[in-house]
């Protein structure tokens, strides 16, 4: 029975031990290592595909914010997301008389709390094949799965594409997303 016990607790330890170590791997995002012991911000300043994102970050004063404790998901477009925006969009979010518009499309992206890839597939399992996300802007974005990805389709009917996932940070989790999700 002693061994039965102390083998049933080697393996509780391996398999939780596999578990942390799991979210604890670095990810390469921008070609820069993600390390799961900084904050989104500290990770996110050294990937070369989210210049225009931390750019937007910095213009709409979120800076401190996502450097805070959280946590946070964040659904994180790439400079290519940016690009598809019309000519000219990125340029006029950014200027300082539209922080409180740029906030609110940044805010859209952020869903508190810590959600993982396989969180997000069993909400998604769980409503039925979509999930309702309430984000931090307190816009609604539907998550839904296509084959093994995420896709998540906002207020106007655009959808995002989850193109890596679980990039673990030391106050919530990076998705990168092929488009830049629009509130209402």
Request: a positive charge.
């Amino acid at each position: 029975m002693k061994k039965l016990n102390f083998f049933l607790a080697m393996i509780t330890l391996l398999v939780i031990g596999n578990h942390s170590f799991a979210q604890e791997k670095t990810v390469t995002v921008g070609g820069a290592p993600m390390y799961p012991s900084k904050n989104i911000i500290e990770n996110a300043v050294n990937s070369k595909d989210h210049t225009t994102l931390v750019a937007a970050v910095k213009a709409a004063g979120l800076v401190e914010t996502l450097s805070g404790p959280g946590p946070f998901t964040v659904f994180a477009p790439t400079n290519m997301a940016f690009d598809k925006l019309p000519k000219g969009t990125v340029d006029m979010l950014v200027k300082p008389e539209n922080k409180a518009m740029l906030t609110g499309i940044l805010t859209y992206h952020v869903v508190s709390g810590n959600m993982s890839a396989a969180d997000l597939m069993k909400a998604i399992k769980n409503g039925g094949g979509k999930a309702m996300l309430k984000t931090v802007a307190g816009g609604d974005l539907i998550a839904m799965q296509k084959g093994k990805k995420i896709i998540l389709t906002d207020a106007k009917g655009n959808k995002a594409m989850v193109t890596i996932a679980d990039v673990f940070q030391s106050n919530g989790v990076i998705h990168v997303i092929d488009t830049v999700l629009m509130p209402k």
